[in-house]
Antibody, heavy 121, light 112 residues
Framework: QVQLVQSGTEVKKPGSSVKVSCQASGGFFRDNAISWVRQAPGQGLEWIGGLIPVFGTMTYAQHFRGRVTITADTSASTTYMELRSLTPEDTAVYYC??????????????WGQGTTVTVSS | NFTLTQPHSVSGSPGKTVTISCTGNGGSIANNYVQWYQQRPDSAPTTVIFEDNQRPSGVPDRFSASIDRSSNSASLSISGLKTDDDADYYCQSYDANTHSWVFGGGTRLTVL
């Protein structure tokens, strides 16, 4: 049974960056696309971007383009999401989510436990 | 861009049936699979329906879903409501034009 294990809680200052990790345990990593999704307090789910490890390609939501980078270390079965120029509006729980197939058209099937990022001066 | 619209809230009594709609805008909802997620407070979402109408193992058959091409919408029905069904529900699909995941705004289900 594949599990996605994310890094711990982060508290950041406005203007700084955060890098959240997500390690896949118990299953093969390279053949599944990975997305990052966030949820601000009391709000809905928002897609940030995704990575297709087998092709090494990334795609980002327009709202985050230029401010986010998603990368992967396939040897460590780990994906990373870095968000820069943080503002208090970036305060949210960030989830990594595995797609059921090689690209993002495949439905999500495994969610990480979530990483809380708080941006405050 | 393709978007999904859900009602903010629905409610029902124990034992009754509720239906949550998810309307596609800017494209056909039938072009890609629709998934439904249940989210309880302080927990990650869990899948209750995938690929339009499939239930993961462990999800009771009280949960069912369908696609209506004529109204360009998906629907999640929960029958025999239990207090444990009290949660937020999100629909999700894929936008092939932007290669992105799309989520509905979420529906708060209250079991009275």
């Amino acid at each position: 049974q594949v599990q996605l294990v994310q890094s711990g809680t982060e508290v950041k200052k406005p203007g700084s960056s955060v890098k959240v990790s997500c390690q896949a345990s118990g299953g093969f990593f390279r053949d599944n696309a990975i997305s990052w999704v966030r949820q601000a307090p009391g709000q809905g789910l928002e897609w940030i971007g995704g990575l297709i490890p087998v092709f090494g390609t990334m795609t980002y939501a327009q709202h985050f383009r230029g401010r986010v980078t998603i990368t992967a270390d396939t040897s460590a079965s780990t994906t990373y999401m870095e968000l820069r120029s943080l503002t208090p509006e970036d305060t949210a729980v960030y989830y990594c989510v595995r797609a059921g197939g090689v690209d993002l058209s495949s439905p999500p099937d495994v969610w990480g436990q979530g990483t809380t990022v708080t941006v405050s001066s | 861009n393709f978007t999904l619209t859900q009602p903010h809230s629905v409610s029902g009594s124990p034992g009754k049936t509720v239906t949550i709609s998810c309307t596609g805008n800017g494209g056909s909802i039938a072009n890609n699979y629709v998934q439904w997620y249940q989210q309880r407070p302080d927990s990650a979402p869990t899948t209750v329906i995938f690929e339009d109408n499939q239930r993961p193992s462990g999800v009771p058959d009280r949960f069912s879903a369908s696609i209506d091409r004529s109204s360009n919408s998906a629907s999640l029905s929960i029958s025999g409501l239990k207090t444990d069904d009290d949660a937020d529900y999100y629909c999700q699909s894929y936008d092939a034009n932007t290669h992105s995941w799309v989520f509905g705004g979420g529906t708060r289900l209250t079991v009275l």
